[in-house]
């Protein structure tokens, strides 16, 4: 018996002729969403796209990076001209490693433990023993004062 099934054909996109309006309009504005609207395609396609087919994933890929060191540049010139903030933010971004933030947090450890010690006497007052509904006696204030307990006297060996 002969095969009657007819061979699958490719699924051809209809808006296919859309993915270089695309990334023309991608380049040109910098962001999806106009170049969406310009080219009458939803950001799903373009997803999509990016997906299913290599060639464009990679010319939508160089544009990307066309429009990022575009942006890179003019906030050059910018913070080398008028911008401190803008400067302080590239050397951030260049460097994190020297010119990150340095904060150091401590923590005195009575101040900690008298904190801890007043949580567990309201969680002991005010945590219910047993559960309103069922009656089932619940603990509670015992359990999470032993987890603050805990956790005092982790953060006091600190």
């Not at 106009?34 to 890929?61: G, L």
């Not at 540049?73 to 010119?99: G, N, Q």
């Not at 949580?119 to 999470?144: D, M, Q, R, W, Y």
């Amino acid at each position: 018996m002969a095969d009657t099934t007819e061979p699958k054909r490719k699924i051809v996109h209809r808006k296919e002729h859309c993915k270089q309006p695309f990334l023309d309009e991608f380049k040109k504005h910098g962001s999806i969403g106009p170049a969406c609207v310009s080219a009458n395609v939803d950001r799903r396609t373009i997803q999509r796209w990016r997906h299913e087919d290599p060639e464009f994933n990679e010319k939508y890929i160089s544009a990307d990076l066309n429009i990022t060191e575009k942006l890179e540049r003019t906030a050059m010139t910018r913070a080398l001209s008028t911008s401190d903030t803008l400067l302080i933010f590239l050397l951030k971004a260049r460097h994190p490693e020297k010119y990150k933030e340095r904060f150091t947090h401590e923590l005195d450890p009575k101040l900690v433990e008298t904190m801890v010690t007043q949580f567990i006497t309201a969680v002991k007052k005010h945590a219910p023993e047993f559960c309103p509904h069922c009656k089932n006696h619940l603990g509670l204030s015992n359990k999470i004062a032993k987890e603050l307990s805990g956790l005092s006297a982790r953060m006091a060996a600190m």
